[in-house]
């Protein structure tokens, strides 16, 4: 927010905390849909991310054709 100060372990730790608790609550746990392709972002950049994203939706586009 706007005029706090926050360290980048802080800001990590509270997302691993908010992604913990929607994953495992009693209603409507965050979770991948069926189907879904989890593409771990991490050590990639930018153009590396659209260019996979562009392969798979190729390769299901040729799976359905």
């Known amino acids: 927010a706007?005029?706090?100060v926050a360290s980048v372990n802080?800001?990590?730790?509270?997302?691993?905390?908010r992604d913990q608790n929607d994953s495992t609550r009693a209603?409507?746990?965050l979770k991948l849909a069926p189907g879904?392709?989890?593409i771990d972002t991490t050590s990639l950049g930018v153009?590396?991310?659209?260019?996979?994203?562009?392969?798979?939706?190729?390769?299901?586009?040729r799976d359905d054709a």
């Open 10 to 17: 802080g800001i990590a730790e509270a997302l691993n905390a």
């Open 36 to 38: 879904a392709v989890y």
């Open 27 to 29: 209603t409507s746990p």
């Open 2 to 4: 706007a005029g706090r």
């Open 47 to 61: 153009d590396e991310v659209v260019a996979r994203v562009l392969a798979l939706v190729d390769e299901r586009h």
